[in-house]
Nanobody, 123 residues
């Protein structure tokens, strides 16, 4: 099994930056593909970005050009650098992982989830 623990959330003003981290422990086989998803109050969960151990990355249009995903495979830690934050980025951010399969930014393809870290962006 894999355990995922997110950190780095907080409150920032619009235009600011935050860096989220997700530490994975346990069966690293199931951390081949890791991603960040978010859910705003009253809205459905949406994908933000995903990456795999081969360097593949994908981004949702809403964060492309502002967010950068990276993965330290040696330490099994996933990061999300978020720049130029907007109030609409306010959400609970979740880290997720899955075994070596096609790495898609689709929530149902991920089988392990963290507890989330809250990001609040004020205008």
């Amino acid at each position: 099994q894999v355990q995922l623990v997110e950190s780095g959330g907080g409150s920032v003003q619009a235009g600011g930056s935050l860096r989220l981290s997700c530490a994975a422990s346990g069966d690293t086989y199931n951390t081949y593909c890791m991603g960040w998803f978010r859910q705003a109050p009253g809205k459905e969960r949406e994908g933000g970005s995903a990456t795999d151990n081969d360097g593949f990355t994908t981004y949702a249009d809403s964060v492309k050009g502002r967010f950068t995903i990276s993965k330290d495979n040696r330490n099994n830690t996933l990061y999300l650098q978020m720049n130029s934050l907007k109030p609409e980025d306010t959400a609970m951010y979740y880290c997720a992982s899955t075994a070596p399969v096609l790495c898609l930014l689709v929530g149902r393809t991920f089988d392990t989830w963290g507890q989330g870290t809250l990001v609040t962006v004020s205008s």
